[in-house]
């Protein structure tokens, strides 16, 4: 969607750290989320944040909130093969139902 | 629970034939979406269901597609007659009622020649 809006690739080495960055502009949004689409699959919810929150930790993720820039970031710690997919950031906006999509990046892990 | 299930995964048809692809939400969501994705313009929402009533279909690209979710359990989307720029991915995602997370199925990828 033309409101959210990401990088389109990164290539990341096993092992190495990967952050995936999102930027929105509907400053209202309630929730920010960040889904996974594996080659072939649908999208998988990986995590979200509140946006009353700056961070979220959750094992190997990091969300990181800036609210002020409306900035919202992915970090993936000890980046494994099967990370390699598209990575999709969303919004919604507070009671409604709509997710607005970025394009997604493309993470390609490499030996 | 099996997740959303869609069929069929892959459809091949000519232009101009009638297209129906079909979504079993997950038991007990009340919201069901429908998704197309392309290269070109990512994710889009068609359509939304609210306890089986449409409740936004702004997203319909024409009157070509229509959708139905004639119960709880069970949606279709219709494309007729179908056109080679409707060649996309469709997802259909179900939501549980009062939660954020769309549960996604694992879409059905349509080619019109």
């Known amino acids: 969607g033309e409101d959210v809006e990401q990088s389109l690739f990164l290539s990341v080495r096993e092992g190495d750290s990967s952050v995936i960055n999102c930027t929105y502009t509907d400053s209202s949004s309630t929730y920010l989320y960040w889904y996974k689409q594996e080659p072939g699959a649908g999208l998988q919810l990986l995590t979200y944040?509140?946006?009353?929150?700056d961070m979220k930790q959750d094992q190997r993720l990091t969300v990181l909130l800036n609210k002020k820039d409306k900035h919202l970031s992915l970090r993936i710690a000890d980046t494994q093969t099967g990370d390699s997919a598209i990575y999709f950031c969303a919004e919604t906006p507070p009671n409604d139902y709509k997710l607005s999509f970025g394009a997604g990046t493309t993470v390609t892990v490499r030996a | 629970d099996a997740g959303v299930i869609q069929s069929p995964r892959h459809e091949v048809t000519e232009m101009g034939q009638e297209v129906t692809l079909r979504c079993k939400p997950i038991s007990g969501h009340n919201s069901l979406f429908w998704y197309r994705q392309t290269m070109m313009r990512g994710l889009e929402l068609l359509i939304y269901?609210?306890?089986?009533?449409?409740?936004?279909d702004s997203g319909m690209p024409e009157d070509r597609f229509s959708a139905k979710m004639p119960n709880a359990s069970f949606s279709t989307l219709k494309i007729q007659p179908s056109e080679p720029r409707d060649s996309a991915v469709y997802f259909c995602?179900?939501?549980?009622?009062?939660?954020?997370?769309?549960?996604f199925g694992p879409g059905t990828r349509l080619t019109v020649l």
């Open positions: 995602a179900s939501r549980d009622r009062g939660l954020n997370e769309q549960f």
């Open positions: 269901f609210n306890n089986n009533v449409p409740i936004d």
């Open positions: 944040i509140f946006s009353n929150m």
